[in-house]
């Protein structure tokens, strides 16, 4: 499995990652510290027999996107243990979702994920993840306490692979 992603300015990744850190020193759960995961929202996840059939489409993405601002508004679960927060789905990322999607999903011997697709598709950023269910209680305690609304500068595009998560491209946004 590959992730298209986007990456956020310094002071939001800021932000998100003394989340994930509170969260972690909070439930226990390390998952997210331990593997490195930096703060990032996933536009597509693919399956593909190789990473280099996808590179060639991310890197056409260069000097094609843009920045942009999302607003962060809410946290919520995948259901059983995954804690996240959740943008507001704007035309701006309805857009840049669209065109990832189009540059990937031509490409042959790959398959976008079902939860990817334009249309069916959850804009989030991951805070914990496999948390129990008393970790996740947990975790809801600390964004309760400490997770208000906020703007974040989209800055960046990246494929990378996951467990653990390794950049195979990134780029800055025009």
Same mark, same amino acid.
Do not use: C
């Given at each position: 499995?590959?992730?298209?992603?986007?990456?956020?300015?310094?002071?939001?990744?800021?932000?998100?990652?003394?989340?994930?850190?509170?969260?972690?020193?909070?439930?226990?759960?390390?998952?997210?510290?331990? #593997?490195?995961?930096?703060?990032? &929202?996933?536009?597509?996840? /693919?399956?593909?027999?190789? $990473?280099?059939? %996808?590179? !060639?489409? +991310? #890197?056409?993405?260069?000097?094609? &996107?843009?920045?942009?601002? /999302?607003?962060?508004?809410? $946290?919520?679960? %995948?259901? !059983?243990? +995954?804690?996240?927060?959740?943008?507001? &789905?704007?035309?701006?990322?309805?857009?840049?979702?669209?065109?990832?999607?189009?540059?990937?999903? +031509?490409?042959?011997?790959?398959?976008?994920?079902?939860?990817?697709?334009?249309?069916?598709?959850?804009?989030?950023?991951?805070?914990?993840?496999?948390?129990?269910?008393?970790?996740?209680?947990?975790?809801?305690?600390?964004?309760?306490?400490?997770?208000?609304?906020?703007?974040?500068?989209?800055?960046?595009?990246?494929?990378?692979?996951?467990?653990?998560?390794?950049?195979?491209?990134?780029?800055?946004?025009?």
């Amino acid at each position: 499995m590959y992730l298209i992603s986007v990456y956020f300015d310094k002071a939001s990744t800021k932000r998100i990652q003394k989340l994930i850190g509170r969260i972690a020193a909070a439930s226990g759960n390390h998952y997210m510290t331990d #593997k490195q995961v930096p703060p990032h &929202l996933t536009l597509s996840a /693919v399956e593909a027999r190789s $990473v280099d059939v %996808l590179v !060639p489409a +991310v #890197k056409g993405l260069e000097g094609i &996107l843009h920045q942009g601002t /999302v607003q962060f508004v809410t $946290v919520g679960q %995948l259901l !059983p243990y +995954v804690l996240y927060t959740m943008p507001v &789905l704007n035309p701006y990322l309805q857009s840049l979702s669209g065109q990832v999607y189009d540059a990937v999903s +031509v490409i042959p011997e790959t398959t976008v994920s079902r939860y990817y697709r334009p249309d069916a598709w959850l804009p989030h950023v991951t805070l914990g993840k496999t948390l129990s269910r008393a970790q996740m209680q947990q975790a809801f305690a600390v964004v309760q306490e400490h997770f208000s609304v906020f703007e974040a500068q989209v800055t960046e595009l990246g494929l990378a692979k996951v467990n653990p998560h390794d950049d195979v491209v990134r780029f800055a946004l025009l």
